[in-house]
């Protein structure tokens, strides 16, 4: 495909599921991006098959949620076989009941994350240009220089900002000379792609099986009786080249007590797994996202969502910023809120894998008696499996430390900075139920107040919007009453009392006050956030 264009705004590199929700996002803000791969084309491989429940609340906010939902299904919960052995069963159902709309860890694979993400940017006219790579990119002061190369031509293109969301080998990381700290787990792995004849396997359970010599996981796909087997070769196995499917069966049962029964295999592959993150995921005017960023084992589920997550808050702090209506200084905010999540899911996915892997006595034990009651115990516990849930579905992420939040409120359970709560709202005008998160589903930012306001205050509010911010917020007024009391106590709110929230595009709370004062909220949009 040809490229006509010698200069875009937004230069993405990289079409996997990072780069594609980029793009995507900006194109919510009308922003129109160029996007490449080296790649010939989408893939059905991919190794992610787990979406969580933040992903999911993006993918609502987009209008596509539907599509999502239908074309995947819920792991309905976790099993555990220890040297051959069931020990722990653990369900899922409505594990994270009232905390958001999608209480349950949903699977539908990477490949068709892929495919929805290009249907969007389809139907938004941005196409993706395949095979096209990225051969030399250099920074200027007012932004990039990339030359790309596909079949049929080599392009300077000049840009205003890159996204480097190439992967863990990175074009851009390394044009730009970014470390990639960490390293490479000591063992190879297998991933396999297999549809399976074997009826004690649950195929709405995720069966993780831990022996002497290693591990393997079985993880049920939407197909009927469709599998994605992972773990680690056995050491006669890890170097031998041409490797196929039915030359780790005899491991694989030896690690599971199952024979498996392979009725068709679609992919097998090996690979290693690597513990790595960028030393900066900004330089200038390029920025790293996704597994450019941070790479980490598979543990939870976690790589490609926050991948996901990466670009979403991003996309609307840069999106802001190509439209003239957010000063610069915001995009700081990208890398101070990002880091530590990637940082923290590096350290928490690298002990519990090295746990998984370990095979030394005391592991062993710990794997073999204790692990099955801990698990149980911690499973009957409402308050832990609820937390448990909130880390795993990342809904507990919060950016309260950062520099782009006004926090001027006593309330302690619910900051500036943490995801907007998914609280049910029963819209008395319309006499209908709805909640926070549908309010925050057009592009922008979020104003709500809660509390009784007389008319007047209304009017004086809604004047100041629209004069200053017509195109910068959707206003939302929730007067207390009965079936809304849950809402005030929530918040933590008094009698009487009138609370204001900014609600941040990326639906987490940018600005929480104990009053309405537009004082302070000019103060916060203009002065904190950078609104022009």
């Known amino acids: 495909m040809t490229i006509n264009e010698r200069h875009t705004k937004v230069l993405i590199v990289g079409a996997g599921p990072s780069g594609l929700m980029m793009a995507a996002q900006l194109l919510r803000y009308g922003v129109q991006p160029i996007i490449i791969d080296s790649k010939q084309g989408p893939t059905d491989e991919s190794k992610a098959l787990a979406v969580q429940a933040r992903s999911l609340e993006i993918y609502r906010q987009m209008g596509v949620i539907d599509r999502i939902l239908d074309g995947g299904k819920h792991a309905e919960g976790l099993s555990f076989n220890i040297d051959g052995k069931p020990v722990a069963s653990l369900s899922f159902n409505n594990v994270g009941e009232g905390q958001t709309a999608f209480p349950f860890i949903h699977l539908y694979q990477q490949s068709k994350n892929e495919k929805l993400l290009l249907d969007f940017l389809t139907q938004h006219v941005c196409p993706v240009y395949w095979e096209t790579n990225l051969i030399s990119l250099k920074q200027t002061e007012p932004g990039g220089e990339a030359v790309i190369q596909n079949t049929a031509q080599t392009v300077t293109l000049t840009c205003d900002w890159v996204i480097g969301a190439d992967g863990p080998h990175s074009t851009v990381r390394k044009q730009l000379q970014i470390p990639f700290s960490g390293d490479t787990y000591a063992h190879e792995f297998y991933l396999a792609d297999v549809e399976l004849d074997n009826e004690e396997l649950n195929d709405s359970f995720v069966q993780l099986c831990l022996g002497k010599h290693g591990f393997a996981g079985f993880f049920p796909m939407p197909e009927s009786k469709r599998y994605r087997i992972i773990g680690n070769l056995p050491d006669g196995l890890e170097k031998k080249e041409n490797l196929v499917v039915e030359e780790i069966l005899p491991f694989l049962k030896d690690i599971s007590g199952i024979t498996v029964n392979v009725k068709h295999n679609y992919w097998f592959t090996t690979y290693r797994l690597h513990?790595?993150?960028?030393?900066?995921?900004?330089?200038?005017?390029?920025?790293?996202?996704?597994?450019?960023?941070?790479?980490?084992?598979?543990?939870?589920?976690?790589?490609?969502?926050?991948?996901?997550?990466?670009?979403?808050?991003?996309?609307?702090?840069?999106?802001?910023?190509?439209?003239?209506?957010?000063?610069?200084?915001?995009?700081?905010?990208?890398?101070?809120?990002?880091?530590?999540?990637?940082?923290?899911?590096?350290?928490?996915?690298?002990?519990?894998?090295?746990?998984?892997?370990?095979?030394?006595?005391?592991?062993?034990?710990?794997?073999?008696?204790?692990?099955?009651?801990?698990?149980?115990?911690?499973?009957?516990?409402?308050?832990?499996?609820?937390?448990?849930?909130?880390?795993?579905?990342?809904?507990?992420?919060?950016?309260?430390?950062?520099?782009?939040?006004?926090?001027?409120?006593?309330?302690?359970?619910?900051?500036?900075g943490d995801r907007l709560p998914y609280l049910k709202v029963f819209d008395e005008k319309k006499q209908e139920e709805t909640d926070l998160h549908e309010w925050c589903s057009k592009p922008g930012f979020t104003f709500i107040v809660l509390g009784k306001l007389v008319e007047s205050d209304l009017f004086i509010l809604a004047k100041w919007i629209t004069q200053n911010y017509s195109t910068t917020l959707n206003f939302f007024y929730l007067p207390l009453s009965a079936k809304n009391l849950h809402v005030f106590e929530a918040f933590e709110m008094k009698s009487n009392q009138v609370l204001s929230l900014i609600i941040r595009p990326d639906m987490h709370i940018g600005f929480l006050n104990d009053k309405v004062d537009m004082v302070l909220m000019d103060n916060y949009l203009r002065n904190v956030v950078g609104v022009f």
Not at 319 to 331: D, I, Q, T, Y
């Open 275 to 416: 513990h790595r993150m960028a030393d900066k995921f900004r330089q200038q005017r390029c920025f790293l996202i996704g597994d450019a960023a941070h790479i980490h084992s598979p543990v939870g589920g976690q790589g490609m969502n926050t991948g996901l997550q990466d670009a979403y808050n991003l996309a609307w702090k840069l999106a802001g910023v190509v439209n003239g209506r957010l000063k610069e200084s915001v995009l700081d905010s990208y890398s101070t809120e990002r880091m530590p999540v990637a940082k923290t899911l590096l350290n928490t996915t690298d002990r519990l894998f090295n746990i998984v892997m370990s095979n030394r006595w005391y592991t062993r034990l710990f794997k073999r008696y204790l692990m099955p009651a801990v698990l149980k115990f911690a499973w009957n516990n409402k308050g832990i499996r609820e937390a448990l849930f909130k880390r795993v579905s990342q809904i507990d992420i919060n950016y309260r430390d950062s520099a782009i939040n006004l926090h001027i409120s006593q309330s302690t359970k619910i900051k500036a």
